[in-house]
């Protein structure tokens, strides 16, 4: 069995290595290295009792990424049936993710 799985793995990621993400992709991962940051102030402002409208923020949040709900999910549905795609987008979310957290380290706290 962990044979079979590394040589998935291996595959997949041999492949995913050819993969050239398109415009799509590329704005697919910001939008989506964007929620995970939007998830995880949810997640504070649940842990402090506070609350929040859900619906209304997301549906600001893909307004300002100028993507509808529609349109992520159509993208998400994409992913699934392309997983070395998906997993070229995991890579560039990860990236977009470190290269923010390496800017707000490098400014100086007043």
Wanted: net charge neutral; hydrophobic share 40%; with cysteine.
């Amino acid at each position: 069995m962990k044979k079979l799985l590394l040589l998935f793995v291996l595959t997949y990621g041999c492949q995913a290595d050819e993969i050239t993400l398109n415009e799509d992709d590329e704005r697919f991962a910001a939008l989506y290295a964007d929620l995970l940051l939007l998830q995880a102030d949810y997640e504070r402002v649940i842990e402090s009792g506070r609350t929040y409208a859900k619906y209304d923020s997301l549906q600001k949040f893909f307004s300002l990424h100028r993507f509808s709900s529609e349109q992520f999910n159509t993208q998400l549905s994409r992913y699934q049936t392309d997983p070395a795609r998906w997993l070229k987008v995991q890579d560039r979310t990860l990236a977009l993710l470190m290269n923010r957290r390496e800017f707000s380290i490098s400014i100086p706290k007043r």
